[in-house]
């Protein structure tokens, strides 16, 4: 599956690897003057899966896109698509993706001053290296409407180094992954950072990326980013459905990405598996109200609750990603309390839809939005957990 689709070699390589947090940035030069376009919108594809096993996948969504719906003429400097991909052991490669004069379609390769001395020492999994090509692509495009399609492995809003402990295999990251050149050291990306680090505020963002549905991920984008679209399980390794994406974005409509994403895997004839959520990060305090109410009022019951009893999102044994909802009415919440819930849920998720299953995951209870149990965690996990933007909300952990 996506984001969980290593090949074996790859597996035997993380296996030995040592987790490290991103590298501090390294220092570019001054870009040379440039007279900046005023464009509507400006859809920028970031891609980090040349060194975790995802590079095949990655460069099909890209044909994929190359096939769309519809795809602006590069002499239409309103709407701009920009195709990011860099692995830690290549230079970064951006392209421009449109039509020539003759309805062709086409892509430009792009070099731009800032990344001219960009080499093994830049990483593609670095909150650094993600805003500098944003602030760069703004800075010339000063687009109304900006959208970022985040493509890689992840997990949610687990720090750093979770899923590459011994009890785990480690197939994924907090947000985003790659193998260093030297196929032992690890790089990922965490979400309080990764937020932090986008430099201007997102009109969307949409993660083709395992397991980011979550209330804290969505909580923590709040200021950041107005909509976002992820899904609470993995992602098959074909990804997202590409080829009618740029068309709903340039009509800034990501809830029928979702639902274009969902009619592709229902009707595809193997692996149909498929869930995805959209949020808006606006219109989410009606919801860390009632549930900062509910986890108060059922406090003594947070450590008891049983894992078996709430709808759960993993897969093996990564256990920390729950139905919001269910876990609200496993806490024995009153139909007052879950009426506040249901309509705090209505009010923020715009779309939510799953199939049945998600492989061998039956999926019977589901709001679209997974949390953390701190019963299948542990002492280090939930100490992480604290910091977290939604956990100061909601004083879920304390």
Same mark, same amino acid.
């Given at each position: 599956m996506r984001k969980f689709c290593l090949s074996i070699f790859s597996v035997l390589l993380f296996l030995a690897a040592a987790c490290e947090r991103e590298p501090a940035p390294t220092p570019g030069p001054q870009p040379a003057p440039f007279t900046p376009l005023d464009s509507t919108h400006l859809i920028f594809f970031y891609t980090c899966g040349h060194n975790n096993g995802l590079s095949t996948n990655i460069e099909n969504n890209f044909n994929e896109i190359l096939k769309g719906t519809y795809i602006p003429y590069l002499a239409d400097t309103s709407r701009i698509v920009l195709?990011? =991909?860099?692995?830690?052991?290549? +230079?970064?490669?951006?392209?421009?993706?449109?039509?020539? #004069?003759?309805?062709?379609?086409?892509?430009?390769?792009?070099?731009?001053?800032?990344?001219?001395?960009?080499?093994?020492s830049t990483f593609c999994i670095s909150s650094d290296t993600l805003s500098k090509m944003l602030t760069a692509a703004n800075a010339r495009f000063h687009a109304k409407r900006n959208y970022l399609v985040f493509s890689s492995h992840a997990s949610g809003w687990t720090p750093a180094g979770a899923f590459l402990s011994d009890k785990y295999i480690p197939v994924a990251s907090s947000i985003g992954q790659d193998l260093g050149k030297d196929g032992v050291h690890v790089y990922e990306m965490e979400l309080p950072r990764f937020a932090d680090k986008l430099p201007f505020r997102l009109n969307g963002i949409i993660f083709d990326a395992c397991l980011m549905a979550c209330v804290e991920t969505a909580w923590e984008l709040r200021g950041k980013?107005?909509?976002?679209?992820? =899904?609470?399980?993995?992602?098959? +390794?074909?990804?997202?459905?590409?080829?009618?994406?740029? #068309?709903?974005?340039?009509?800034?409509?990501v809830v029928q990405v979702a639902k274009d994403y969902m009619s592709f895997y229902r009707n595809r004839g193997s692996n149909p598996y498929g869930c995805y959520t959209v949020v808006d990060c606006r219109k989410m305090d009606a919801l860390a109200e009632a549930c900062k109410q509910i986890f108060n009022a059922h406090r003594s019951?947070?450590?008891?609750?049983?894992?078996?009893?709430?709808?759960?999102?993993?897969?093996?044994?990564?256990?920390?990603?729950?139905?919001?909802?269910?876990?609200?009415?496993?806490?024995?919440?009153?139909?007052?309390?879950?009426?506040?819930?249901?309509?705090?849920?209505?009010?923020?998720?715009?779309?939510?839809d799953h199939t049945d299953y998600f492989l061998t995951l039956k999926i019977e209870r589901s709001c679209g939005l997974s949390t953390y149990l701190p019963r299948t965690g542990s002492t280090d996990l939930s100490a992480y957990y604290k910091l977290l933007k939604w956990n100061e909300a909601t004083e879920y952990v304390r």
């Amino acid at each position: 599956m996506r984001k969980f689709c290593l090949s074996i070699f790859s597996v035997l390589l993380f296996l030995a690897a040592a987790c490290e947090r991103e590298p501090a940035p390294t220092p570019g030069p001054q870009p040379a003057p440039f007279t900046p376009l005023d464009s509507t919108h400006l859809i920028f594809f970031y891609t980090c899966g040349h060194n975790n096993g995802l590079s095949t996948n990655i460069e099909n969504n890209f044909n994929e896109i190359l096939k769309g719906t519809y795809i602006p003429y590069l002499a239409d400097t309103s709407r701009i698509v920009l195709f990011h =991909s860099h692995s830690n052991d290549k +230079a970064p490669l951006l392209r421009r993706i449109g039509r020539d #004069d003759s309805g062709n379609v086409t892509t430009v390769d792009l070099h731009w001053e800032e990344f001219d001395n960009w080499d093994d020492s830049t990483f593609c999994i670095s909150s650094d290296t993600l805003s500098k090509m944003l602030t760069a692509a703004n800075a010339r495009f000063h687009a109304k409407r900006n959208y970022l399609v985040f493509s890689s492995h992840a997990s949610g809003w687990t720090p750093a180094g979770a899923f590459l402990s011994d009890k785990y295999i480690p197939v994924a990251s907090s947000i985003g992954q790659d193998l260093g050149k030297d196929g032992v050291h690890v790089y990922e990306m965490e979400l309080p950072r990764f937020a932090d680090k986008l430099p201007f505020r997102l009109n969307g963002i949409i993660f083709d990326a395992c397991l980011m549905a979550c209330v804290e991920t969505a909580w923590e984008l709040r200021g950041k980013c107005d909509i976002v679209g992820f =899904s609470p399980t993995e992602i098959m +390794a074909h990804g997202m459905y590409y080829e009618t994406m740029l #068309d709903n974005l340039f009509k800034d409509d990501v809830v029928q990405v979702a639902k274009d994403y969902m009619s592709f895997y229902r009707n595809r004839g193997s692996n149909p598996y498929g869930c995805y959520t959209v949020v808006d990060c606006r219109k989410m305090d009606a919801l860390a109200e009632a549930c900062k109410q509910i986890f108060n009022a059922h406090r003594s019951r947070i450590d008891g609750v049983n894992p078996d009893d709430v709808q759960h999102y993993f897969r093996d044994n990564h256990t920390w990603f729950y139905d919001l909802r269910d876990l609200t009415r496993a806490l024995g919440s009153d139909p007052g309390e879950l009426a506040l819930m249901d309509a705090a849920l209505a009010y923020c998720v715009l779309f939510a839809d799953h199939t049945d299953y998600f492989l061998t995951l039956k999926i019977e209870r589901s709001c679209g939005l997974s949390t953390y149990l701190p019963r299948t965690g542990s002492t280090d996990l939930s100490a992480y957990y604290k910091l977290l933007k939604w956990n100061e909300a909601t004083e879920y952990v304390r």
